[in-house]
């Protein structure tokens, strides 16, 4: 079974410190990945993907990827309350001819004031 | 405006009936796909679409059919063989299935 593990949280930090979200999958055929933010009763928005090891910037947020360790992280600096909402980490593995998402249940990130 | 669209924004079903869901985006993606979302867990995918008029199975399709007969359209049904089809229902599309996945706004269907 290709699963992909997210802490659940929520993960509690204050206003302007680095959030550190953390994600491991266990298929290593795993081709590319994706972190997605889901506000409470909205759909996912894509916010980064990553397709090669080392790190990916993107304004205050940065994707981390160690295919060795199947490992993908997302770093969000400056936090804001408006950071707050649940983190979907995806991975796209190939199946059948096709490519495929599977998605993390999610870690939920609160940003207090 | 490109986008994706879905329609409608809740649905509530009775035991045994058959519901359809839409979805189309005119963003001239090649592959579209649907999701359900239960509470506290993952998107888990149900049929996929990578051309017109040919779709897949994906992980959990059983109550489920679907068609896409435009490359613009790609309709789910709930079918009253799916036993617990209260969810969240999710499509989205892509380029190519290779490429990143984009949402829709979402379905919240509830059986009554």
């Known amino acids: 079974q290709k699963e992909v593990e997210q802490n659940s949280g929520p993960l509690s930090v204050p206003e302007g410190a680095i959030a550190s979200l953390n994600c491991t999958y266990s298929d290593r055929g795993s081709q590319s990945f994706f972190w997605y933010r889901q506000y409470s009763g909205k759909s996912p928005e894509l916010i980064m993907f990553i397709y090669s090891n080392g790190d990916k910037e993107d304004g205050r947020f940065t994707a981390q990827l160690n295919k060795a360790s199947q490992y993908v992280s997302l770093l969000i600096r400056d936090s804001q309350p408006s950071d707050s909402a649940t983190y979907l980490c995806?991975?796209?593995?190939?199946?059948?001819?096709?490519?495929?998402?599977?998605f993390g249940a999610g870690t939920r990130l609160a940003v207090h004031p | 405006d490109g986008g994706i669209t879905q329609s409608p924004k809740y649905l509530f079903r009775k035991e045994g009936q058959n519901v359809t869901l839409s979805c189309e985006q005119n963003l001239n993606h090649d592959a579209m796909y649907w999701y359900r979302q239960d509470p506290g867990q993952g998107l888990r995918l149900i049929y996929y679409s990578q051309i017109v008029n040919d779709f897949q199975k994906g992980d959990i399709a059983e109550g489920y059919s679907v068609s896409r007969e435009k490359k613009e359209s790609f309709p789910l049904t709930v079918t009253s063989a799916q036993k617990n089809p209260t969810a969240f229902y999710l499509c989205?599309?892509?380029?190519?299935?290779?490429?990143?996945?984009?949402f829709g706004p979402g379905t919240r269907l509830t059986v009554l």
């Open positions: 989205a599309s892509s380029i190519k299935d290779y490429n990143e996945q984009f």
């Open positions: 995806a991975v796209k593995v190939p199946s059948g001819g096709y490519n495929k998402l599977i």
